[in-house]
């Protein structure tokens, strides 16, 4: 015979949820954040890097070992870290995802974009190239068009900065910044929250006009970190490439996750 009593409350299971559980919900709106929030991106994403250290280590050697492999392949390696460049930074964001659900990193996420949402992450890739060559082809084109009667194969360099071309370069420089809004959050909207890519695009760039102060103390201290990480024959990366992914999330989660 059952001894339940059945004036016994209800037991709820009240055991922490972890990693992949992790699912918050999308703001209708991305926040405003101080110009001070670029630097807790940094300093609240650290301990993601410190605890789980060797696997970051390990993740970001066979990162840069198939970006060098890709880098010898004439054309065609460009071309293919470009389409699948935003797949291994799903991946592994989705890694930064379960560490902060506590959940341990593990290696494998490294290519956990080509098991999960691999079609949105390479078409935001090959978005990425498009954007990028036509920009190219742009400047590029209207650089040679206004130099082409004056171009000689000995012309000082400093000759092509002045004039029309300063004003060239300037616009060229915001027509970077605003592609590089466009993108700046995509991945992870793409990867963490599957938001369709071209509106992944268009909440990024709103992301980025509402927090322009923020993001440029990230920009400058994450600069900051990347020199140094380079001094040491360039050891240091090993630890600030780790800590570029874990903010990336840090950021995005306060940006635009509930």
Known sequence: M?????YEPPKSDVTPLTGSNENLALLPEPRSLSAGAGISWLS?????????LGTWVLITLALFAIQFVLGIVPVAG?????????????????????????????????FE????????????GALTLGIMFLFGIIIGGAFVGMNMDTMQ????????????????????????????????????????????????????????????????VYSLAALAL??????????GLLVVVPWFFSSMYVSYKQIFLQ
């Open 78 to 110: 460009d071309i293919i870290s470009s389409l699948i460049g935003p797949v291994f930074t799903g991946g592994i964001l989705m890694g930064v995802k379960a560490i902060a659900g506590g959940d341990a990193l593990r290696f494998d996420y490294l």
């Open 2 to 6: 059952s001894e339940n009593n059945p």
């Open 44 to 52: 609240e994403s650290w301990p993601m890097v410190k605890s789980n």
């Open 226 to 235: 990347l020199i140094l990480g380079a001094i040491p024959l360039l050891l």
């Open 113 to 124: 974009g080509f098991k999960q949402k691999f079609g949105s992450l390479v078409g935001l």
């Open 153 to 216: 194969p000995d012309m000082n360099p400093a000759e092509l900065l002045s004039g029309a071309n300063t004003g060239l370069i300037a616009v060229g420089m915001i027509l970077l910044l605003l592609v590089l809004m466009l993108f700046w959050f995509a991945t992870q909207l793409v990867a963490l929250n599957d938001v369709p890519v071209f509106q992944a695009l268009s909440m990024s760039f709103k992301a980025c006009l509402r927090n322009p102060l923020s993001l440029l």
